[in-house]
């Protein structure tokens, strides 16, 4: 933002006018962790792993999501959650109907503080298990860039699948809750 050289491990803030994020030294990721700071946010540090999303799995039913991830946000700009979920052609936007995320939202009181357009809840089902993540919006990208990158033929493969787990598991070892 600023030209400065930036390390290796770096901040983020996200546009939310044109939902780009964007690199940020520390200094001037400071300048947007104010809400008032104008069409830039901070991208905060939070991860909060919810092992059992209370309602998760009759609003995964009602979304339609067709995969075993996804990641909603509030989208400010649209004053709306948007869904997105992993796909090899990039994040994959899918429909989602209000009433059903904010029973979720009621049901979770982690989600209360969602933080718009820097934050976002991003669901794994596998199997029986259901969790929820309360993440930085950067970690849901990280995660569609690991699948685009992966990702062979059909089902993804065994490397793609063996990177989307180990994702994973280190969420859950980032995560309290």
Known sequence: MCARPIEHEHSHVVNVESRAILCA???CYLLFTHASAGKHRA???RYVHMPDLVGGRAWWETAGIPVRMAF???NSELGAPAAFYPSPAGATESLLALDSWTQL???NPVLADLAPDVEALLINVEG???EGFLVPIDACYRLVGLVRLNWKGFDGGTEAWREIDGFFAELRGRGRG
């Open 25 to 27: 030294c520390r200094p």
């Open 43 to 45: 991208v905060p540090e």
């Open 72 to 74: 909603v946000f509030t």
């Open 105 to 107: 939202m009621a049901d």
């Open 128 to 130: 029986e298990t259901f």
